[in-house]
């Protein structure tokens, strides 16, 4: 009843609204935020916009309590657990504790970072020396002195800092190295899997090879890419981050997560509408344009779909991956602290675990958002 | 003199377990060019797969299609197509979705005519506001229109329609009907429509072709409408010859569906 009160009422000032350049349209804005992956504030977004304000407050209480109650929930059973679950020589820290160790990582990484500006510092500082004192030599006619000093000079300015990884850096060190396993999967498993969705002979050949090392764990892919990285990859100095143990976690990431990617996009493109295939067919396309003007974008959600399965399989083996290769990243942080095995250690490996949830997360939410972006309303007369 | 498009003998047989399933056979039509045909016909008696395989969407398994003096062979843009689904491809603009076969068909054309072409029969069809909305934000009679400035842009040597305004709600077929004709008198191609609305036929046609109720469906009869061009449908409505065809038409259906009953209750 009151929304028919409304909509009489609003008829005159609508006229002036119109007249606005911007206009806020609390629904559009809700449902972007909903396309983004962040539905939480699309109730906040109509709350601007005056649209039912007792209703969005009602989901906004909703939507922040209930999920905050959980988690109070949740510490509460884990700080049950940390008073009764002790072994032998470590236990499972109280959330204070793994607060208190997270700040203590912080504090290691923010020491770690001025330690190392400081090093750069008195490095140039030391090249400068050496370059005023090549100068002085230059003037004196000290020809063989001068490019003794410009050499030290040069040596002070390359130096490369060699403290400790934090705990940051390694996070970076698995980002990079599942943007290159999944990177790897995504240019074979597409390709691939659309070969297998236009030609059911291809599809024949290749299925009992994709069943068979779909289900395989990483830690049995790992001796064998590891075989292939000693062979085919040099070990770069221990400066670069490109390591042998990061192409090797890559490539275990690539087994494990193209299947995915590869299977969906199969199956997209083998269930193209047939009448769009119709369309390309009076059309007469040439191979390359029916792929690329109709098989590919008609297939792209389901793509999407396959490489956002990709990436979480991809992160999910990571960890695994890092450990055995003994790569610079969250697994290997994992693993010292293990080895480290005390209380301290323990609530650090929490906090990895909360890192390792978090960005998993994220990146799920990245690719949630490209896959809506590529997806295209169904039409129906 | 022989004719622009003809099928001889065209003939359609699917094989089964339980033996031949032949829904045409020996569907025999002679057209001259710039002739319009509507084939009519109660739904499931083939009609539909006589143009799917004109259009070379469906394999000939009897018989032969000749079109402008040599045999078909498969689907091409000399036969525009427009479907009963608009088929527009949803990830495309209207205008890109003019723009794919314009492409393909004028490849030796520079862009800039390539541009002049969709343009003009977007405009024809009454798009112009819409040329870069995509599907999604067309109602169905503006992407049937869409369908249409695609087929025609074509210059094929022939337009196929398979019931291309079967699903749209009256009012909006009566305009695209309109729209259909007025492309068609400026261009006069030689064109083929399926339909099972006898107005529909009437106000279109010079032909119409009354198929037979399958199995084996053929040419039942065909009658000549011999109302004047260009057509406007208030004034063809007023003319009593209408009314006779139109009355020759729905009797030829209502003895058709009297035949599948007698059929339907023998069995």
Not at chain 1, 194 to 212: D, F, R, T, Y
């Amino acid at each position: 009843m009151s929304t028919v009160t409304n909509t009489t009422e609003g008829t005159v000032p609508k006229k002036k609204s119109s007249r606005k350049l911007f206009k806020y349209n609390p629904n559009r804005v809700a449902h972007t935020l909903d396309q983004l992956g962040l539905g939480y504030f699309s109730p906040i977004a109509r709350l601007i916009g005056g649209d039912e304000p007792r209703k969005q407050f009602r989901e906004i209480t909703s939507n922040t309590f209930l999920p905050m109650l959980a988690f109070a929930i949740f510490i509460g059973i884990w700080g049950i657990c940390a008073q009764f679950v002790v072994s032998d020589s470590t236990r499972i820290p109280s959330p204070a504790q793994t607060w208190t160790a997270w700040q203590g990582m912080v504090d290691f990484a923010e020491a770690e970072k001025l330690k190392e500006a400081e090093y750069y510092e008195s490095n140039e500082e030391r090249a400068i020396k050496m370059e005023t004192k090549a100068k002085t030599a230059e003037e004196a006619g000290q020809l063989d002195k001068v490019e003794r000093y410009n050499g030290m000079a040069e040596k002070f300015r390359t130096k490369v800092y060699q403290g400790a990884t934090t705990f940051f850096d390694q996070i970076g060190i698995s980002l990079i190295t599942v943007a290159v396993g999944f990177l790897a999967a995504t240019l074979l498993g597409v390709p691939i899997g659309i070969l297998c969705g236009i030609s059911k002979k291809v599809n024949v050949a290749l299925n009992p090879i994709i069943q068979l090392f779909k289900p395989v764990s990483p830690l049995a892919w790992f001796p064998i890419v590891f075989v292939f990285t000693t062979w085919g990859i040099e070990q770069p100095e221990s400066t670069s981050i490109w390591q042998r143990a990061l192409w090797t976690s890559a490539g275990v990431v690539t087994l494990c997560s193209i299947w995915p990617t590869l299977i969906n996009t199969a199956v997209g493109v083998a269930s193209v509408d047939k009448d769009h295939l119709n369309v390309a067919k009076v059309l007469k396309l040439g191979w390359f344009k029916r792929i690329w003007k109709i098989i590919l974008p008609s297939s792209l959600p389901l793509i999407f779909t396959g490489l956002r399965l990709s990436i979480g399989v991809g992160w999910m083996v990571l960890v695994a991956s890092d450990m055995m290769a003994q790569n610079q990243g969250l697994g290997k942080f994992v693993w010292d602290m293990y080895q480290n095995g005390d209380t301290q250690s323990t609530a650090q490996i929490i906090i990895a675990v909360f890192f390792i949830g978090a960005i998993g997360f994220l990146l799920d939410r990245v690719m949630l958002v490209c896959q809506r972006l590529v997806t295209f309303e169904e039409q129906t007369i | 003199m022989s004719a622009y498009f003809e099928t001889f003998k065209l003939g359609k047989t699917y094989k089964t377990p339980k033996g031949d399933a032949v829904i045409v056979k020996n569907f025999n039509l002679k057209m001259k060019k710039g002739e319009f045909v509507c084939v009519i016909g109660h739904s499931g008696c083939g009609k539909s797969t006589v143009l799917s395989m004109v259009a070379g969407l469906n394999e000939i398994t009897d018989g032969g299609v000749i079109l402008d003096g040599s045999e078909i062979n498969g689907a091409a843009p000399d036969r525009g197509v427009v479907f009963q689904s608009p088929c527009l491809l949803p990830w495309m603009s209207a205008w890109d979705n003019v723009m794919l076969g314009v492409k393909q068909v004028y490849y030796h054309a520079s862009n800039h005519e390539r541009k002049q072409i969709v343009e003009y029969y977007l405009t024809v069809v009454g798009l112009s506001g819409s040329f870069n909305k995509r599907p999604d934000e067309l109602s169905g009679g503006m992407r049937q229109r869409v369908g249409l400035a695609r087929a025609f842009a074509l210059s094929p040597k022939m337009l196929l329609l398979d019931e291309p305004f079967g699903m749209l709600d009256k009012l909006t077929k009566f305009e695209l009907q309109k729209v259909l004709l007025d492309l068609w008198n400026r261009e006069r191609l030689t064109a083929m429509m399926i339909t099972h609305d006898v107005d529909e036929a009437i106000y279109l046609a010079d032909r119409v072709i009354m198929m037979t109720n399958g199995p084996a469906a053929g040419v039942g009869d065909i009658l000549e409408i011999n109302l004047p061009r260009p057509r406007n449908r208030q004034e063809i409505m007023s003319q009593e010859q209408y009314y006779d065809y139109r009355q020759f038409l729905l009797n030829f259906l209502q003895e058709r569906a009297d035949e599948g009953k007698e059929e339907r209750s023998a069995a």
